[in-house]
């Protein structure tokens, strides 16, 4: 009788790199859904990096989902979340994913993140996602990059599909052994000081990314109330904080739109960060005594 032998299970580490609002949450939340456990960042260097782990009867990806490249970056907040992402090249990791929204133009914050995919020694795979959109379609633009790399995958985050493929390469690429992360040892940190920390700046990360040059840079973010409830969600309650009327304005937006775009992206990202539902409260108000 011939035995069946099991395939060696291995591990890789995956960088995730693309400019805002690519998809690259999305891409983690959504595609490798429940199976991934997510853990916020604790350290101060590698606080805008979200690690998620995923795992099937191959082995492990652990994936690093780098944070926004901003093309402005004039506050501290985004330096440091710049710096982070630079950080994230020098990280130990075995193949990077480069994600596209071919949905947009490309344009000066592209370029920022090609010059740092050309620095990197490892395989890059591309990924063209929000290929469920057909129009606007700027595909064209981005079509010179498919010579650069070993791999291109059309992807929908969104919709989940040509997944398959795309885990079958990285798994091919997958040469750490196993288990690269002992199982139970990837945990959720405990609601802490750092959490509310953590939550304000996330906020406001959105913040800039909805509003880009509108809003000045004075704005701040404050968390007032985290609490677990009993049906298992988390219940944030945040201000963001600015110091002007005209700003506040244009912070909620037309019928609260803006806001309801904000905190949505945020909920959306603390969720994946937290692995559990989130309720936002969030508001704006002018208060210059609460502004350092
Ligand atoms: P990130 O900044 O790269 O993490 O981008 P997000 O994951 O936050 O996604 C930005 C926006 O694009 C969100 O509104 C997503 O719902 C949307 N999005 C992401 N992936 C897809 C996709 O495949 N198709 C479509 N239609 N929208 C997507
Ligand atoms: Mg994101």
Request: aromatic residues 10%; proline residues 5%; positive net charge.
């Amino acid at each position: 009788m011939q035995s069946k032998k099991q395939p060696v299970k291995r591990s890789a580490v995956v960088l995730i790199l693309g400019r805002p609002n690519v998809g690259k949450s999305t891409f983690l939340n959504n595609l490798l859904g429940t199976k991934v456990s997510i853990t916020s960042p604790k350290s101060q260097t590698t606080r805008f990096n979200i690690k998620a782990l995923y795992e099937d009867d191959r082995g492990q990806l652990l994936f690093i989902d780098t944070p926004g490249i901003f093309k402005k970056a004039q506050d501290k907040l985004s330096k440091k979340i710049n710096k982070a992402a630079m950080q994230a090249l020098d990280m130990d990791f075995d193949v990077a994913l480069y994600f596209v929204d071919h949905t947009r133009p490309r344009d000066f914050e592209e370029g920022k993140v090609l010059g740092l995919v050309r620095k990197i020694k490892q395989p890059v795979l591309l990924v063209i996602n929000k290929f469920d959109i057909k129009e606007p379609s700027y595909l064209s633009q981005y079509r010179f990059l498919e010579e650069e790399v070993p791999g291109v995958y059309y992807l929908s985050a969104l919709n989940r599909t040509h997944i398959k493929p795309l885990l079958a390469d990285l798994f091919s690429k997958a040469k750490r052994p196993y288990p690269l992360v002992e199982p139970g040892k990837f945990q959720y940190p405990a609601l802490n000081i750092n959490s509310r920390i953590f939550i304000e700046e996330l906020i406001r990360e959105k913040v800039y990314l909805f509003t880009r040059e509108e809003v000045p840079y004075k704005t701040g973010v404050r968390v007032l109330e985290i609490k677990e409830r009993k049906n298992k969600t988390l219940y944030v309650k945040a201000l963001i904080l600015t110091s002007d009327k005209r700003y506040k304005k244009m912070l909620i937006g037309r019928s609260g739109r803006m806001i309801k775009e904000i905190g949505m992206a945020a909920r959306k990202e603390l969720e994946l960060s937290r692995g559990k539902k989130v309720y936002l409260d969030l508001s704006v108000e002018t208060d210059f005594h609460l502004l350092d």
